[in-house]
């Protein structure tokens, strides 16, 4: 079992960066695929982006992130960033990531941290 710890989230105004950790503990974070989900208030759980494990690390993004959001990982910190760029205000939402699962079903990831809010102001 992982357990997982996001953090960087905060408050930025449109058109500023940010990058987001997940730190993972238990075990290697480099076996499993990672994935970036986010929540607006009264708003589904939206998938972001993933990243795969062992395999080399391919990754998917949502067209609504595509060319801003890039996703990387870190095996020697056992950690997964997200990098935001060219923030938007309808980016605000609390991040999660998890692992386990693959690609941009959220039913399919065991694993899941406590979220990080992201706010950009407009």
């Known amino acids: 079992q992982v357990q997982l710890v996001e953090s960087g989230g905060g408050l930025v105004q449109a058109g500023d960066s940010l990058r987001l950790s997940c730190a993972g503990s238990?075990?290697?974070?480099?076996?499993?695929?990672v994935g970036w989900f986010r929540q607006a208030p009264g708003k589904e759980r939206d998938f972001v982006t993933s990243?795969?494990?062992?395999?080399?690390?391919?990754?998917v993004y949502a067209d609504s992130v595509k060319g801003r959001f890039t996703i990387s990982r870190d095996s020697a910190k056992n950690t997964v960033y997200l990098q935001m760029n060219s923030l938007k205000a309808e980016d605000t939402a609390v991040y999660y990531c998890?692992?386990?699962?693959?690609?941009?079903?959220?039913?399919?990831?065991?694993?899941w941290g406590q979220g990080t809010q992201v706010t950009v102001s407009s």
């Open positions: 990243i795969n494990g062992w395999s080399g690390g391919s990754t």
């Open positions: 998890a692992a386990g699962g693959v690609g941009p079903n959220a039913k399919l990831y065991p694993y």
């Open positions: 238990g075990r290697t974070l480099s076996m499993y695929a």
